[in-house]
């Protein structure tokens, strides 16, 4: 297998820490796979949410709750609105992460599209 994995240029390193005393080094790969699998399933949250908000005439209102949320030790707001973000970067990942069922929540109980926040009816 080497043989094969030299012919195409691949080279052989030495990890820090496949060298620490309970380190299994199969196990160290398992943290990132986590953590795809979690960045995949936010990110379906995230569009299906969309989708859901954009189909019962609420996705202004879910814009202007989120924008509207303070920071907070463990949420940093985007600085654009939900909507209008292609790419999310793992800080807004994890903040979302944080407050779309409670955005969510809220929008979903608004009667219409408001272009000012009011309390939900």
Not at 8 to 23: A, F, R, Y
Not at 45 to 56: K, R, S
Not at 112 to 120: M, T
Request: hydrophobic share 40%; aromatic share 8%.
């Amino acid at each position: 297998m080497s043989n094969r994995l030299a012919q195409v240029d691949v080279k052989p390193i030495q990890n820090t820490l496949w060298s620490l005393p309970s380190v299994h080094q199969p196990a160290i790969v398992g943290a990132d796979i986590l953590h795809n699998i979690l960045l995949e399933v936010q990110k379906n949250m995230i569009e299906w949410v969309q989708g859901f908000l954009g189909t019962h005439k609420r996705l202004a209102v879910f814009d202007k709750i989120c924008s509207s949320l303070p920071p907070y030790p463990v949420f940093t707001p985007p600085k654009k609105q939900y909507c209008q973000i292609t790419m999310w970067s793992d800080t807004e990942m994890r903040g979302v992460g944080r407050v779309i069922i409670p955005c969510f929540t809220a929008a979903m109980h608004r009667e219409k599209n408001a272009s000012r926040l009011s309390p939900a009816a």
